[in-house]
């Protein structure tokens, strides 16, 4: 594919700061990562929940739902699994710089695919949920019945049975959800945004 070099980044006339200060918040990605069934998307659409109920501006980005449009040409394969994580990455980053609390739940199961996320953004604008559950914890729950078509061999690249994980080694915030009910997990993770001043706006510059 030929790539067009014939481009530049236009900056608006609206700063990221007056749009944080008029939403009375700082923009953030949150990325939760983990097995499937570990409860990623569960907190993040409890999170979201309560966040606009306190009106707040907040958007799950969801790895079904992704796969639905924005990235429905990719498959699971290691390559496939990095674009689709570099995608998501970039519009997380565009959702952060319109002052957006974006919450994003996928697997990414290589820690240099987050990595790399992490590196395109400025710093604080990248959060790392790690979100904790073993295989068989997962396996448990797994109401779509996955981990079973995955041992049967009809879900090739499975993470967790067939294909790796690599958990986060540098987390900012882990929830071991073997042990902490959902409210208890969301009740963290919105400590966490309150603390680090994520649910305030910007100083006056």
């Known amino acids: 594919m030929t790539k067009s070099k014939n481009i530049t980044w236009h900056v608006g006339d609206v700063s990221r700061a007056e749009r944080e200060r008029l939403l009375g918040q700082r923009g953030v990605t949150v990325w939760l990562t983990g097995l499937s069934g570990s409860g990623k998307s569960t907190i993040a659409v409890a999170a979201e929940k309560k966040l606009v109920e306190a009106g707040r ?8 739902n992704v796969r639905h449009g924005l990235n429905s040409n990719l498959g699971f394969s290691p390559d496939d699994r990095s674009e689709n994580i570099r995608r998501v990455g970039e519009v997380a980053k565009l959702f ?5 609390i974006v919450f994003t739940s996928f697997i990414s199961p290589y820690r240099a695919d987050r990595d790399r996320v992490r590196e395109a ?18 396996e448990g729950r797994d109401v779509k019945g996955l981990y079973a078509k995955a041992r049967a061999g009809e879900i090739p690249e499975f993470t967790g049975i067939s294909a790796p994980y690599e958990a986060p080694e540098r987390a900012e915030l882990v929830l071991d ?24 706006p910007p100083a006056e510059g």
Not at 96 to 100: F, I
Not at 177 to 200: C, F, I, K, P
Request: glycine share 10%; hydrophobic share 35%.
């Open 57 to 64: 501006t907040a958007y799950v980005l969801d790895g079904d």
């Open 96 to 100: 952060t710089d319109a002052g957006m």
């Open 121 to 138: 953004m400025n710093d604080g604008d990248f959060v790392e949920l790690y979100v904790e559950a073993d295989v068989e914890t997962c």
């Open 177 to 200: 959800t073997r042990s902490q009910s959902v409210e208890e997990s969301v009740a963290h993770l919105l400590g966490y945004l309150e603390e680090n001043g994520y649910l305030s």
